[in-house]
């Protein structure tokens, strides 16, 4: 049977049947690219989330640190060990600590504030909860007409009847019917027709009934009907399919977390600073501020001011031009007070591009 000679009837409808294979196989191409194009916009977000969760936690140690820091100012006002003479201006400069919120100037509201919204939005905890993160990706998922769940169900519950662990031969065969059955079950649940067809085509037989010589010609003249018709429902599925996929990926793309995407996606191409250049810059502020802290306290403590404080403000005055000698004995407290100035000048014009 495997020399017989086809009739032109029966070439020509293989050859019918083996272009719309094809065009199904291009269909399942363009389906698979746009899955890879929507899961990476989706995982980026997620990953931009992940570490602007730690923005505001970040803004409110630095909060903390700098009220403290403003605590510090008024107690050397008070301290016996500073002479009168270096307390000059230091009311004045701890007034500036209150009237400066750096968590409000991020955020665009206070530190407390944030607090009750995520508490009110069941987000109380600190640690990013990924699966949660994803879940707000349902609202752009397109509905699936009833008609084409039919046709999904229809080629699943088939799968499902040839590939049920019961119908296993062998241990190891039942351990593979068992992940196979795992991924049916998920593309069903996500109306994903192309990966019930891939899985279908990647364990279907590729000889033909007539290569077995158990159909004569006539009869299979009907089966390759009966192909040509299922392809071209399974076509008319999958165009659907990729239809859906692509609104899917426009929605995500204009939505308040598709610009989100946009925009630090340029700000990574342009070098212009992302989230994680803010996380940065946020740990350098915090480390600032805690070191500003310790030497604050030796110097209320003894009255000298330490030797990692005067670094700290002629470094910073140094980058504005000014000169102390080797020894930096000349730096009192109205140049702890104008280093400490011109950093907070320099993070209020850093928070100002990073709004534009």
């Given at each position: 049977?495997?020399?017989?000679?086809?009739?032109?009837?029966?070439?020509?409808?293989?050859?019918?049947?083996?272009?719309?294979?094809?065009?199904?196989?291009?269909?399942?191409?363009?389906?698979?690219?746009?899955?890879?194009?929507?899961?990476?916009?989706?995982?980026?977000?997620?990953?931009?989330?992940?570490?602007?969760?730690?923005?505001?936690?970040?803004?409110?140690?630095?909060?903390?640190?700098?009220?403290?820091?403003?605590?510090?100012?008024?107690?050397?006002?008070?301290?016996?060990?500073?002479?009168?003479?270096?307390?000059?201006?230091?009311?004045?400069?701890?007034?500036e600590f209150d009237q400066f919120d750096i968590f409000e100037e991020l955020m665009g509201m206070s530190a407390e504030e944030f607090k009750r919204?995520?508490?009110?939005?069941?987000?109380?905890?600190?640690?990013?909860?990924?699966?949660?993160?994803?879940?707000?990706?349902?609202?752009?998922?397109?509905?699936?007409?009833?008609?084409?769940?039919?046709?999904?169900?229809?080629?699943?519950?088939?799968?499902?009847?040839?590939?049920?662990?019961?119908?296993?031969?062998?241990?190891?065969?039942?351990?593979?019917?068992?992940?196979?059955?795992?991924?049916?079950?998920?593309?069903?649940?996500?109306?994903?027709?192309?990966?019930?067809?891939?899985?279908?085509?990647?364990?279907?037989?590729?000889?033909?009934?007539?290569?077995?010589?158990?159909?004569?010609?006539?009869?299979?003249?009907?089966?390759?009907?009966?192909?040509?018709?299922?392809?071209?429902?399974?076509?008319?599925?999958?165009?659907?399919?990729?239809?859906?996929?692509?609104?899917?990926?426009?929605?995500?793309?204009?939505?308040?977390?598709?610009?989100?995407?946009?925009?630090?996606?340029?700000?990574?191409?342009?070098?212009?600073?992302?989230?994680?250049?803010?996380?940065?810059?946020?740990?350098?502020?915090?480390?600032?501020?805690?070191?500003?802290?310790?030497?604050?306290?030796?110097?209320?403590?003894?009255?000298?001011?330490?030797?990692?404080?005067?670094?700290?403000?002629?470094?910073?005055?140094?980058?504005?031009?000014?000169?102390?000698?080797?020894?930096?004995?000349?730096?009192?407290?109205?140049?702890?007070?104008?280093?400490?100035?011109?950093?907070?000048?320099?993070?209020?014009?850093?928070?100002?591009?990073?709004?534009?």
């Amino acid at each position: 049977m495997s020399n017989i000679e086809k009739s032109t009837v029966l070439v020509q409808k293989e050859n019918e049947l083996a272009q719309l294979q094809t065009k199904r196989k291009k269909i399942l191409t363009q389906l698979k690219r746009n899955k890879t194009i929507l899961q990476k916009i989706q995982d980026e977000i997620v990953d931009i989330q992940q570490k602007m969760a730690g923005i505001p936690d970040a803004l409110m140690e630095i909060q903390a640190l700098k009220e403290e820091l403003g605590d510090l100012f008024r107690q050397a006002e008070q301290a016996d060990t500073i002479p009168e003479e270096e307390k000059e201006g230091m009311d004045e400069f701890a007034k500036e600590f209150d009237q400066f919120d750096i968590f409000e100037e991020l955020m665009g509201m206070s530190a407390e504030e944030f607090k009750r919204m995520r508490a009110e939005g069941g987000q109380e905890t600190d640690e990013f909860d990924r699966k949660r993160a994803f879940d707000v990706f349902q609202q752009f998922e397109v509905e699936t007409p009833e008609a084409r769940k039919r046709d999904i169900r229809k080629a699943y519950v088939q799968l499902a009847q040839r590939f049920h662990p019961d119908r296993a031969r062998s241990e190891k065969e039942k351990k593979e019917f068992h992940l196979l059955m795992q991924q049916l079950n998920a593309a069903y649940e996500r109306n994903d027709l192309a990966t019930l067809l891939t899985l279908n085509e990647k364990y279907a037989t590729s000889e033909t009934l007539l290569e077995k010589g158990q159909v004569e010609e006539n009869t299979l003249i009907d089966v390759v009907d009966a192909a040509i018709d299922r392809v071209n429902s399974e076509i008319a599925g999958l165009e659907a399919q990729l239809k859906r996929l692509k609104k899917e990926i426009k929605r995500v793309r204009q939505s308040e977390l598709g610009d989100m995407h946009r925009v630090e996606k340029e700000a990574q191409r342009y070098g212009e600073g992302d989230t994680e250049d803010m996380l940065e810059s946020l740990a350098e502020q915090k480390a600032y501020f805690e070191q500003m802290i310790k030497g604050m306290k030796v110097y209320i403590k003894t009255g000298e001011m330490p030797e990692e404080l005067h670094q700290m403000i002629a470094a910073s005055e140094m980058e504005d031009n000014y000169y102390f000698d080797d020894e930096m004995e000349e730096i009192t407290i109205d140049d702890l007070l104008s280093a400490f100035a011109d950093f907070m000048d320099e993070e209020d014009q850093k928070t100002k591009k990073r709004k534009r």
